[in-house]
């Protein structure tokens, strides 16, 4: 079964808490992504990686990080530094620059208690 | 920042018609692409168009192109009840693989 995993699907997190939300794919694709999603705002891209052991900052990184170590896998940390962490988190891979197709995964939805 | 602007914001039609959406956007692209989203799930990939192309077709997708205008439209024919979705453009303007995704139009297709 090809495609793009997050998990978990939901999540809570506690005032001054850092939880990560991972991502992994088997297309073997080079690039991945980090997206959040809130109402009306569409899709904003916190980081983004277009080889292992190397990635950029997005438009929104501030208060998360990010690690490429492995191909198939990008976790997101959204750290105590995001002070306003709710929102649907997507996902994406992609083969590269040549034309940028993105697979994008089922999301993870972050809560805060 | 967000290139594509797409429009309208919502669109509610009924079963059978046609649905048009636009999306306008701002500098030079590479190629634009759309993408759809049922509720609470991640996108889906329906179709890219270079930019030396002026309309592309793919089953009851027709999407046209005017790069003087900088505008896209996707149109979706005989529309069925599971159409009912979000649908974004996406710009890709060439620099280090990122797309650049509009704030997306909410469709509807009354049964």
């Known amino acids: 079964d090809g495609g793009i995993t997050q998990s978990p699907k939901y999540l809570f997190r506690k005032e001054g808490q850092n939880v990560t939300l991972s991502c992994e794919q088997n297309?073997?694709?080079?690039?991945m992504y980090w997206y959040r999603q809130d109402p009306g705002q569409g899709l904003r891209l916190i980081y983004y990686s277009q080889i292992v052991n190397d990635f950029q900052k997005g438009d929104i990184a501030e208060g998360y990080s990010v690690s490429r170590e492995k191909k198939e896998s990008f976790p997101l940390t959204v750290t105590s530094a995001q002070k306003n962490p709710t929102a649907f988190y997507l996902c994406?891979?992609?083969?590269?620059?040549?034309?940028?197709?993105?697979?994008f995964g089922a999301g993870t939805r972050l809560s805060v208690l | 920042s967000q290139q594509g602007e797409e429009d309208p914001q919502a669109l509610s039609i009924q079963e059978g018609e046609n649905a048009t959406m636009n999306c306008s956007y701002k500098?030079?692209?590479?190629?634009l692409q759309w993408y759809r989203q049922n509720s609470g799930r991640g996108l889906v990939h329906l179709i890219l168009i270079r930019s030396n192309e002026r309309e592309k077709h793919s089953g009851r997708l027709r999407v046209t192109l005017d790069t003087s205008k900088k505008s896209s439209s996707l149109l979706i024919t005989a529309s069925r009840a599971a159409d009912t979705a979000s649908y974004f453009c996406a710009t890709d303007s060439g620099a280090n693989s990122k797309l650049t995704f509009g704030k997306g139009i909410t469709l509807s297709v009354r049964p």
């Open positions: 500098t030079s692209i590479n190629n």
């Open positions: 297309l073997n694709h080079d690039a």
């Open positions: 994406a891979s992609s083969q590269g620059m040549a034309k940028n197709i993105q697979y």
